[in-house]
């Protein structure tokens, strides 16, 4: 298996610090520890309390939240924090032995519309994956339990997940009021059963952990990452709302061509070339001027 990497993300309350984890290290339930005793389930949030500073802490599907007490500053501490729940966790550590102290959180589930009259989008109140990811057949989904008991529904042609929902393509033959509530049931009962998403042992092909994204992105050339910068700001909020990814595949200088990669709902969404020549073609013309003629699509 990967080694785990950890990244240290600000919150709104500037004594609260998120380590957040590359892949889930609960099964999407959430603990909250206010002192050394109330941990007693938690053997990495006791280790965490013997740091002096330690207030509180909170450990969630992907991340664990520290707050501290005043007398120290986070960029002061951080990286020692950051280091300490690495080497904990890639030593084999134990998280969280029981569910004594989860906070219990009713799991909902929702159907929302998307362009794509092929593609639903089904939303959950609970994170479900740390990156997105594509399934387009049961061949794909040896490190995606989920994905792999989705397509035994013989209508399901693609999956697809991001962050909190998971995007479904069906076949044409499928109606989506008669085999709406089957799918939303199915997906509900499967996450309020902590079963898994994606696999802890899947390779990094699959679960790309932020530390590999960065370093691509330092890789690229610097129109390049102008680009990504923009596609992230910009397109990805619009086009996840409406369950689809679009990831950065390339820029070619001489063309002045970037080719993007269209999922989920957005793959083959009959919508996606208006979007895409009157949107984010025109968007990347105006704000690189001379950098960018055209912008081609490559289905996920």
């Not at 966790?89 to 159907?111: D, F, M, R």
């Not at 086009?239 to 793959?267: P, T, W």
């Not at 013309?285 to 001379?290: F, Q, R």
Request: glycine letters at 4%.
């Amino acid at each position: 298996m990967d080694n785990y990497s950890i990244s240290i993300r600000e919150t709104t309350n500037p004594t609260i610090l998120k380590f957040e984890t590359d892949r889930f290290i609960t099964k999407h339930e959430s603990f909250e520890f206010n002192n050394i005793d109330e941990a007693k389930t938690s053997p990495l949030a006791q280790q965490l309390f013997y740091l002096p500073f330690v207030k509180k802490v909170y450990i969630s599907s992907n991340f664990i939240a520290v707050e501290r007490f005043n007398i120290v500053e986070w960029s002061d501490v951080q990286d020692e924090v950051s280091e300490q729940i690495e080497a904990y966790l890639n030593s084999g550590g134990v998280v969280v032995t029981s569910s004594e102290g989860k906070k219990k959180v009713p799991v909902t589930v929702y159907a929302e519309s998307t362009p794509n009259p092929s593609v639903l989008k089904f939303v959950a109140n609970k994170k479900l994956v740390t990156h997105s990811h594509e399934f387009t057949s049961i061949d794909d989904t040896k490190f995606a339990p989920m994905a792999a008991e989705l397509f035994h529904f013989p209508f399901v042609k693609s999956v697809f997940f991001d962050e909190n929902f998971v995007s479904i393509t069906k076949f044409d033959v499928a109606d989506w009021n008669e085999i709406t509530p089957e799918i939303r049931e199915f997906i509900r009962v499967y996450i309020e059963n902590g079963k898994e998403i994606i696999s802890a042992n899947a390779p990094k092909s699959i679960e790309k952990s932020q530390t590999y994204l960065d370093e691509q992105f330092e890789q690229r050339d610097d129109v390049s990452k102008e680009i990504i910068n923009i596609l992230e700001e910009y397109v990805k909020p619009a086009v996840a709302s409406d369950g689809g990814n679009i990831e950065f595949k390339s820029y070619d200088a001489q063309e002045k061509k970037v080719k993007v990669i269209l999922q989920g709902a957005c793959s083959g969404c009959p919508s996606s070339t208006f979007t895409l020549k009157n949107g984010i073609e025109n968007m990347l013309k105006e704000m690189l001027k001379d950098k960018v003629e055209t912008v081609e699509a490559i289905n996920g």
